[in-house]
């Protein structure tokens, strides 16, 4: 039976509002919508260096199957806490499944290999491009508003995150043009999967519930991708598997967070303040992995995207 509980929305374990079919906005959560899309964020930008520091022991294949099955284990290993039976019989579960068929298998795979060929400072970059699709999909298929405040913040976002990968000698590269179709893609793929996921929660209002099932088909997918892939299953239990299960852990986390925010929130908002990766990507590659120097680029990168990223906080939250 349908929960038409009209009470306030209550902060659960898996999520904000009532459990179904009522989903809180962004007036009443105004300020957990930037704060989960800011965690978001950098649990993103730690599993892009986690990732890194796997494929320097492994291999892109193997590192897609091994993050991708932590991400689903830990959360049936929580399932008890935050599923409930009736989930499974709604359109919304279908919806997630979708999501789950092109990411994060496809996306993590696009993402994987463009770091593996760009490093995680480029690819973190490039897919900065996710809040200009996120934008034009909410106003085409959700009928959201992109106010000009926003629509300045986004782009001061999006602008950062190409400073950050601009080098006014070029760039020195080993890979060939076409890899930035790799981060593009999975950009693209992300945007759609906001979407759905943003459909999904409408009707049943659980964030974890959207990454179970997410994580589980897409585990099916890798699986049945890799089936024949002998070097990929033999590195998925060799050298680098550490660092891609720290991935995969933070990858989800991320996507919760993520989800936390959708459920809240609108994706014009939503996507943009997610799009600070870069910022935590360089500051934790020059403070602790020590990949990174400060440079002028980085500060720009900053002074772009923080602002960016508040203005769009400020206005979506009114």
């Known amino acids: 039976m349908r929960n038409d509980c009209r009470c306030a929305p209550t902060i659960v374990g898996h999520g904000v ?24 964020a950098f649990l993103f930008a730690l599993s892009n260096h986690f990732t890194n520091l796997g494929l320097e022991r492994s291999n892109a294949r193997s590192g897609t199957l091994v993050s991708i099955a932590t991400s689903a284990i830990a959360y049936w290993l929580f399932a008890p806490i935050f599923l409930k039976s009736d989930y499974w019989l709604t359109t919304a579960a279908l919806l997630f499944a979708m999501v789950g068929i092109i990411r ?17 400072t480029l690819t973190a970059s490039l897919t900065a491009v996710t809040p200009i699709f996120g934008a034009m999909f909410a106003m085409l298929f959700l009928g959201e508003r992109l106010s000009t405040p926003i629509a300045i913040g986004t782009a ?25 179709a790799l981060p593009l893609g999975a950009s693209l793929i992300r945007a759609t999967g906001h979407i ?12 974890s519930f959207a990454v179970l099932v997410g994580n589980s088909v897409s585990l099916g997918m890798a699986m049945l991708f890799f089936r024949g892939d002998r070097q990929a ?33 609108d994706v014009v908002a939503v996507v943009p303040i997610v799009s600070a990766t870069p910022v935590f990507t360089l500051l934790m ?6 990949r990174e120097t400060i440079t002028w680029r980085t500060v720009a990168t900053i002074a772009l995207i923080v602002p960016g990223v508040i203005l769009v906080a400020l206005t979506g939250s009114r």
């Open 104 to 120: 994060p298998v496809i996306s993590t795979s696009l993402a994987i290999s463009s770091i593996k060929m760009m490093g995680p």
């Open 17 to 40: 509002g009532d459990g179904r079919g009522k989903v809180g906005t962004m007036s009443d959560f105004s300020f957990l919508v930037p704060f989960y899309g800011l965690v978001s």
């Open 285 to 290: 590659g020059f403070l602790y992995f020590g």
């Open 156 to 180: 001061a976002v999006v602008a950062g995150a190409m400073v950050a990968a601009w080098n006014p000698k070029g760039f020195k590269r080993s890979w060939p043009l076409w890899a930035i």
């Open 233 to 265: 299953l033999a590195y998925s239990v060799g050298g680098g598997k550490v660092w891609f299960i720290a991935a995969g852990l933070a990858n989800a986390l991320s996507v919760q967070f993520l989800n936390n925010a959708l459920a809240v929130g």
């Open 196 to 207: 759905v996921t943003k459909y999904g929660l409408i009707e049943v209002n659980s964030p």
